[in-house]
C-alpha cells in the first residue's frame, strides 16, 4: 500500500518518513483506500493478519496479535443500563491491545530494514514492544520513568530490552524521542503505525458484530491512540460501504487524570495539559496527551462523548467484570465498563442501544489489594466445613 500519511484536522498529506506531526501540530495517520478490503462478514477471524491489505506491512510478524473473543455479557446488562459485549483484549500476547500496534511497528522496522525500534512507556507498551522485538530478532530501548516498579520492571526484563529508567520531565521524553537523531524507530502511543495497527480491533467488533454495527463503542482513553485509530478504522469502513453509519464513540478516563473528558465538559476546542492525582488507573493517566484533540474530535464527530469516572465506580466495575462475567480485567479496562454506566444514568446511553466496550488489558499481571474471602479450616473438618457453606 502507498506509505501516505495524512492530518484529520486540516487534511494535508505526507510521505510517511517526511516528518512526525502535521505542519499544523496534529498527529498524523496512514492514508488506506477502500480496496484495501477483504471484507465478508465472515464471523471467523483468526487475527488480526486478516486485515494486512490495509495496514503499512507486507508479512506477518511475530506471535499474532488480535482475534480476540467478543463477549456478550448479559449477567452485566442491568449494572451497564444496555445490552453489553465485552472486547476482550486481555487474550492478546502480551495481555493488551498494544499488541496490535507493536506487531505493525515491528513488521514495518523488519521490511525497512531497521535494527532498533524504541518506545517511552512504564507498561503495558513497553512490554509489547520489547516482546514483539525480541521474536523478530530486533534490539529494543525502552524509556520508563525512574520510579517505575520493580515488579512491572521484571515483566518488561524477560524479554531483554535495554531498559533507560528516566529522571526528570517524563511527559516530556515521549515528543522528545521522536525528534532525536538516532537510527531508532520509535513506536510510541499514537504513531502512525502504531495506530495502523491498532485499528484492528474496530474491524473486529464490526465483523463479529454483522450485520448489524453496534450502536456505540466504549473505551478507556489515555494518549487517545487507540480511540484514533477506532475512529479511523469506523470512517474507513463507512466508506468502503461496510457500514452505514459510524457508531457512537464515548471514551471514558479517571476522574484524577481526565484532561479529554474536562475539554469535553468544558466545550474546548482543544485539549490542554492537567495536573494529575493519584489513580488505580496507571495505564490510562496521561496528563498530556498527545492524541488528545483527536480522541475529542472523534467523540463529537461520531455523537459520542467523553467521561471520567472515580476510582471507586472503577473498582466496582472491575469487581462485577469478574464476579460477573469471570474477566479479571486491569482498572484501566474497567474504566470503560464504568464509563458505560455512567452514560446510561445520564441517559446518553439507552437500555435497547447494543453497545461494544473494549477491555483493553488483562488484571493478571499486577495485584490490586481486592479483599479476598477465604477460611483456614482443619483436615477432620472438612465436610462439616464444606456443609456449613454448601449445605447438604
Ligand atoms: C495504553 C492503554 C490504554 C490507553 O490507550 P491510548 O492509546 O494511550 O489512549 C488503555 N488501557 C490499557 C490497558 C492500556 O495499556
Ligand atoms: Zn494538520
Redesign the pocket.
Known amino acids: 500500500m502507498a506509505r501516505t500519511v495524512s492530518c484529520y484536522d486540516c487534511g494535508n498529506t505526507y510521505a510517511f518518513d517526511e516528518r512526525k506531526r502535521c505542519a499544523c501540530g496534529e498527529p498524523l495517520w496512514f492514508e488506506t483506500t477502500p480496496d484495501e478490503f477483504a471484507w465478508d462478514d465472515a464471523g471467523a477471524i483468526d487475527d488480526a493478519w486478516r486485515y494486512i491489505d490495509a495496514l503499512p506491512v507486507s508479512n506477518p510478524t511475530g506471535v499474532a496479535p488480535g482475534g480476540t473473543p467478543l463477549v456478550r455479557a448479559e449477567r452485566l446488562d442491568e449494572y451497564a443500563g444496555c445490552t453489553l459485549s465485552l472486547k476482550h ?2 487474550q492478546n500476547p502480551t495481555g ?3 499488541d496490535r ?1 507493536s506487531a505493525v511497528g515491528i513488521g514495518y522496522a523488519l521490511e525497512a530494514g531497521q535494527a532498533w525500534v524504541g518506545t517511552v ?1 512504564h ?3 513497553a512490554l509489547s514492544m520489547s516482546a514483539y522485538a525480541a521474536g523478530a530478532g530486533l534490539d529494543c530501548a525502552v524509556f520508563v520513568p525512574a520510579d517505575t516498579p520493580a515488579e512491572r520492571l521484571e515483566l518488561i526484563g524477560r524479554h531483554d530490552p535495554e531498559i533507560f529508567r528516566v529522571e526528570g520531565d517524563y511527559g516530556r521524553l515521549y515528543a522528545d524521542t521522536l525528534s532525536l537523531d538516532a537510527p531508532v524507530n520509535f513506536v510510541n ?2 504513531t502512525p503505525l ?1 495506530v495502523a495497527g ?1 485499528k484492528t480491533v474496530a474491524y473486529e467488533i464490526v465483523e463479529q458484530s454483522a450485520p448489524d454495527a453496534p450502536d456505540a463503542i466504549v ?11 477506532v475512529w479511523k478504522a469506523l470512517r474507513e469502513l463507512e466508506t468502503a460501504g461496510a457500514i452505514d453509519e459510524i457508531p457512537r464513540l464515548y ?1 471514558c478516563q479517571a476522574a484524577a487524570c481526565d484532561p479529554i473528558a474536562a475539554a469535553y465538559r468544558d466545550d474546548e476546542p482543544r485539549v490542554t495539559p492537567v495536573t494529575p492525582e493519584e489513580t488505580i ?1 496507571v ?2 493517566a ?1 496528563a498530556d ?1 498527545p ?1 488528545g484533540t483527536r ?1 475529542l474530535a472523534a467523540a463529537r464527530e461520531t455523537g459520542g462523548a467523553v467521561v471520567s469516572v472515580p476510582d471507586a465506580a472503577i473498582r466496582d466495575a472491575m469487581d462485577r467484570l469478574a464476579t460477573r462475567v469471570g474477566l479479571s ?2 482498572p ?2 474497567a ?1 470503560a465498563v464504568a464509563g458505560v454506566r455512567r452514560l446510561a444514568q445520564r441517559g446518553e446511553i439507552e437500555p435497547s442501544d447494543d453497545v461494544v466496550t ?1 477491555l ?3 488484571g493478571y499481571k499486577e495485584r490490586y489489594d481486592a479483599d479476598v474471602r477465604s477460611r483456614t479450616i482443619d483436615l477432620d473438618d472438612v465436610e462439616r466445613e464444606l456443609a456449613s457453606v454448601v449445605g447438604r
Request: hydrophobic letters at 30%; zero cysteines; aromatic letters at 4%.
Open positions: 483484549e486481555g493488551s491491545f498494544k500496534g512507556s507498561g503495558n507498551m502511543s499514537d502504531r491498532q473505551l478507556p482513553v489515555s494518549s487517545g491512540g487507540q480511540a484514533s485509530a471514551f488507573a495505564s490510562i496521561n496527551p492524541s480522541a480485567v486491569e484501566s479496562s474504566v473494549v483493553t488489558g488483562s
